[in-house]
């Protein structure tokens, strides 16, 4: 049973990743025929991050009452609705209107789920799991890719995720049994932590103001590697598409790799490798050397973003304790998707008024502040 659950997990992780990616991929295609310039993505995105930070604050006490089995099922149900919103969209605003349910349903289950894994598992596992959350994040963009090659359109590329989505969720419907029979020999504790004494722990500051330059970095890249590939690199929109799945490519091997490597090595150095191949990948996509080192950079970034995201929650409850980890992890996510709401937006302006040729030094300055608030984090272990 324990086995059959986390094969159950892993499947979440993907329906996690699936429909992260694919505004970033399609956006090209998506903003001639909305009418709208090409930084109202980050609108979009940011009202999907707004919604998640509401979610991520209530995740503690809607875990509580619900359990995380529910939380995950009713979660994922959401998102797919939203896909399918999204693929019947033909104004701007009905997007935005369809990122309600979309964000709702990201905000809880990526904090319980995280930290039901953080909690109960190895850290191996919660590499090898975000992994699968690379597969649903690049598997998603090869769809839209393939919809706009064969003349389908980006709402057909939507819609071809939404079934995938839907049909993810049935199974975590039917797997609640499953996350029962855990559960139930578990004791919750007894009411929720106050957000000022969540705040006021030594050390939730700066690991959230990390976790916060990481989710910025790894959104701005997601959401605008296809539009650096076509606006400053020439390349054809549709081919564009494909080409920003490369970074989430990066991101899944990394995370294969990385089950492997946190055998030996601890959280903290994991986290420490992530940033020195994040930034080795910065300096090729700096370099003027054409379109394969571009895709070669994305690849490096994503590769460097693999081992430091699982390696930040799976740290959470030997830092700070298992009976706050949920509290923790819940506070963090919101953190962190202030991050993913205000800065791809930001970027989205800059990319706008001066030049999208901008992004490796913007997501360099991301990485900075990730490194500078790491190193206040690493005395607290």
């Not at 295609?29 to 209530?58: E, H, K, N, R």
């Not at 359109?153 to 039917?174: D, H, P, S």
């Not at 605008?224 to 076509?230: D, G, K, N, Q």
């Not at 400053?232 to 081919?239: I, Y």
Request: with cysteine.
């Amino acid at each position: 049973m324990t086995h059959l659950l986390l094969i159950i997990i892993y499947m979440a992780f993907v329906s996690l990743g699936l429909p992260d990616s694919i505004l970033g991929a399609s956006w090209p295609s998506m903003y001639p025929g909305l009418d709208v310039p090409v930084s109202y993505a980050g609108i979009i995105s940011m009202s999907i991050a707004f919604c998640t930070i509401i979610s991520s604050l209530q995740s503690y006490r809607i875990t509580q009452k619900l359990g995380t089995g529910k939380v995950t099922a009713i979660s994922a149900a959401l998102t797919a609705v939203a896909l399918l919103g999204f693929s019947v969209s033909a104004k701007f605003w009905q997007l935005c209107f369809w990122a309600i349910p979309y964000g709702i349903g990201a905000g809880s289950v990526d904090s319980c789920l995280n930290n039901y894994v953080a909690t109960h598992y190895k850290s191996h596992h919660m590499s090898w799991l975000h992994c699968m959350w690379g597969v649903g994040a690049t598997v998603g963009p090869m769809i839209m890719g393939r919809a706009l090659t064969c003349g389908f359109g980006w709402n057909w590329g939507y819609r071809w995720v939404a079934f995938m989505q839907i049909a993810l969720t049935a199974i975590l419907f039917l797997s609640l049994p499953l996350w029962r029979a855990r559960e139930n020999g578990e004791t919750r504790p007894g009411g929720a932590i106050p957000l000022r004494e969540i705040l006021a722990t030594p050390g939730v500051k700066a690991m959230m103001l990390c976790f916060f330059g990481y989710c910025a970095l790894e959104q701005t890249a997601g959401l605008w590697a296809a539009s650096y590939l076509a606006l400053h690199k020439g390349v054809p929109s549709d081919v564009a598409a494909g080409f920003g799945g490369m970074f989430f490519m990066g991101i899944t091997a990394g995370r294969a790799i990385s089950g492997f490597v946190s055998m030996k090595l601890s959280d903290l150095k994991m986290i420490w490798l992530g940033m020195g191949i994040i930034s080795a990948g910065i300096a090729v996509m700096l370099l003027p050397l054409g379109e394969a080192l571009s895709l070669m950079g994305l690849a490096l970034v994503g590769l460097g973003c693999a081992p430091v995201y699982p390696s930040i929650m799976h740290s959470i409850p030997g830092i700070f304790g298992p009976e706050r980890s949920q509290a923790i992890i819940g506070v963090q996510m919101a953190g962190a998707y202030v991050g993913t709401c205000l800065m791809p937006s930001l970027f989205g302006v800059i990319a706008n008024s001066i030049t999208v040729a901008l992004l490796p030094l913007y997501l360099l300055a991301l990485l900075l502040v990730m490194a500078a608030m790491q190193r206040m984090t690493d005395r607290m272990a």
